[in-house]
């Protein structure tokens, strides 16, 4: 059995056609979208995944919880190891354990076995450089072969997401496609031409030209820890000078705890001695002993999900409030939409640099651009969408499933490649 398998940042999806459309596998209670999220429990046996992971350590269970472990590809975290219980685990193998319990949640849903799949994977997994982004690839096909695919595919999210949009697009159009999601954004320049007689395109590549691709590694996860960083840490020390000689805590404690993939590292007993350490100079300030209650109680991933959530919900109002009370009695942290602006200008700087970065390699100016197709949590982004309409005033925005259109687009693809009607 062939399928399409969308492992993301923040979420993943796996997708299969019927009836020649494409389908995203409802798993865990109905969702289509599950969390990219791995839990070891400190007492060993099979780890969740998904919603069971993430309720797991919400609900204090003893154990390690992992999350943006697609992040880890690509770099130096691939060799290395996190501990759990008395072992240590390297965080490639959490990948795969992901991937793998994903993959027989699906098969056990389908009664079948899932030898083939078509895999997304962003434009690049790491920045200007070739080497590592095929060694990322390559990393991820090795995981994959342990899981027993034995044909497997990739095919670059955007791309995906376009043939999703395609399938059911009865216009001609010039497109870029904007998938912002938790880790990369990517995009894509397609030209998408109606089939015979006016009729969809029906996704397949025979009528949509490529006209080429690009991509960063920013999302959402990024905006999570600079919105973090910025507003959130200093109120566990950041900056705040300790003892005589004025000098300020280390940074790379609070880089570590806003950044998704990093977060565990400072479970160990060395950053536990570190902070203690800190409170101590800080003649036991209360933001040090904030943070010292995070390292202890491991709530890092909590406070993590907490700014995520503000940021969501500044998408909606133009202010929200962080409820700490777990960490402090009482402790509320109020966050304005201002505050996610002045957080995200150099991303959007950036950003709008990689979409200038993918019209000109596919020869083209942003005036030619007459559909923008966003997909991608981030695209939700009141600030991003006016960003877009600014930089592409003539272009119309078309929302595409935010969180399935990749999955969906990757299901097609697999249907197309090795279902029983080729292309
Ligand atoms: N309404 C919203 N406003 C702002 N951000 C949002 C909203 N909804 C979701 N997000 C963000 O979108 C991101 C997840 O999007 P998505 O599921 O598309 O990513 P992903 O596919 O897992 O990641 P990637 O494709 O980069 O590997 C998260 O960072 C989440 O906080
Ligand atoms: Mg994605």
């Known amino acids: 059995m062939h399928c399409g398998l969308d492992f993301g940042t923040s979420n993943s999806t796996l997708g299969m056609v019927e009836d020649g459309m494409p389908h995203l596998l409802a798993l865990q209670g109905g969702r289509r979208a599950l969390p990219t999220a791995i839990f070891y429990a400190e007492t060993g046996g099979a780890p969740l995944i998904g919603h069971d992971a993430v309720r797991a350590y919400l609900d204090g269970e003893e154990g390690r919880l992992l999350r943006s472990i697609k992040s880890i590809l690509g770099t130096s975290l691939i060799d290395e190891s996190t501990r759990i219980g008395r072992g240590r685990l390297p965080l490639k193998q959490a990948i795969g354990d992901y991937i793998g319990r994903f993959k027989r949640l699906a098969e056990a849903e389908k009664d079948a076995e899932i030898t083939t799949v078509v895999h997304g994977r962003p434009v690049h997994f790491v920045d200007d450089d070739p080497v590592g982004d095929q060694a990322a690839e390559d990393s991820l096909r090795e995981i994959l072969r342990g899981l027993g695919f034995k044909h497997i595919e990739f095919q670059v999210e955007p791309l995906a997401a376009a043939r999703h949009f395609a399938h059911r697009f009865t216009r ?14 990517d995009f894509s320049t397609v030209h998408i031409r109606p089939g015979p007689g006016g009729r969809p395109g029906g996704g397949g590549f025979g009528h949509m030209e490529i006209l080429g691709n690009h991509g960063i590694r920013l999302g959402g996860t990024n905006f999570d820890q600079v919105l973090s960083f910025n507003e959130v840490m200093p109120h566990f020390g950041r900056g705040v000078p300790l003892g005589d000689k004025a000098m300020a805590p280390p940074n790379w404690i609070y880089a570590d705890l806003s950044s998704w993939p990093r977060i565990q590292s400072l479970y160990s007993q060395q950053a536990l001695n570190d ?18 209650a995070i390292v202890y109680e491991q709530l890092g991933h909590h406070l993590a999900g907490d700014v995520e959530a503000a940021k969501i919900a500044l998408s909606r109002d133009v202010a929200t409030a962080l409820d700490l009370g777990y960490i402090e009695r009482d402790f509320s942290l109020p966050l304005v939409v201002q505050d996610l602006e002045n957080a995200l200008v150099d991303s959007l700087e950036r ?10 390699g596919s020869g083209l100016g942003r005036e030619r651009i007459d559909l923008l197709v966003l997909t991608g949590g981030s695209t939700e982004m009141p600030l991003l969408q006016a960003q877009l309409r600014r930089l592409f005033p003539e272009a119309t925005l078309e929302p595409c499933d935010t969180f399935g ?8 693809e697999a249907e197309a490649l090795f279902g029983p009607k080729k292309e």
């Open 351 to 360: 950003l709008e640099g990689a979409m200038d970065a993918c019209l000109r």
């Open 405 to 412: 259109a990749v999955g969906s687009g990757l299901a097609l």
């Open 172 to 185: 001609e159009a010039l497109a870029l496609v904007v998938d912002i999601g938790g880790g990369t954004s």
């Open 275 to 292: 902070v203690k350490a800190l409170v101590r100079r800080s003649g036991d300030d209360p933001r040090f002993e904030r943070l010292y």
